[in-house]
């Protein structure tokens, strides 16, 4: 790992304010359908995310994960989006809302709706926490956003750097330094 240093962005009581409005956003969309709720999270950036997130949804919901890999070396996405692991439930006539951490190409998102949409789902909603829109690669609408951020590369609360920080309860900037 290069020399770097790490300095708050979105301090931790951000965070959970922001998730209890993003549960309850979700819990008024999805209370009146009757089709069965599946929150997917994408492994592992969204994992953390996602555990704050459904205690915070006040209706049965279903848990899965899928795990998909786009990005090359620690820093750079490599474009190519492959499934590491699909989900365990059969999604055909449910309704999905994706969790994941950030978005910033719109590669991995936009992939993973298309397939769960191919795969039978009723509707796929997505839920970001943080949204880096300056670096579109694909056209992605995002239901639920909790923090657009500028382009700088950010660790914690899930979000990683070469696998570490994960658990860091903030969202962090990285800079590099020589
Ligand atoms: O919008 P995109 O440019 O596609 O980038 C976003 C994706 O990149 C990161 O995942 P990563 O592949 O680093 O895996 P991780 O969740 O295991 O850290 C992040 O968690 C998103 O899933
Ligand atoms: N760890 C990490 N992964 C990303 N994927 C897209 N943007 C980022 C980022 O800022 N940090």
Redesign the pocket.
Known sequence: MKKHKIEVMIPREDIKRKVRELGELIEKDIKDSDNEVICVG?????AIFMADLVQRIDHPVKMDFMSV???GSSME?SGVVKIIKDVDEDVEGKDIVII??????????NYVKKFLLSKGAASVKICTLLDKPYRRKAEVFVDYVGFEIPNEFVVGYG??YAEFYRNLPYIGKVTLLD
């Open positions: 994408l492994l592992k950036g969204s890999s786009s990005y996405t994941e951490d950030i978005i910033d190409s719109g590669l991995t998102l979000i990683d």
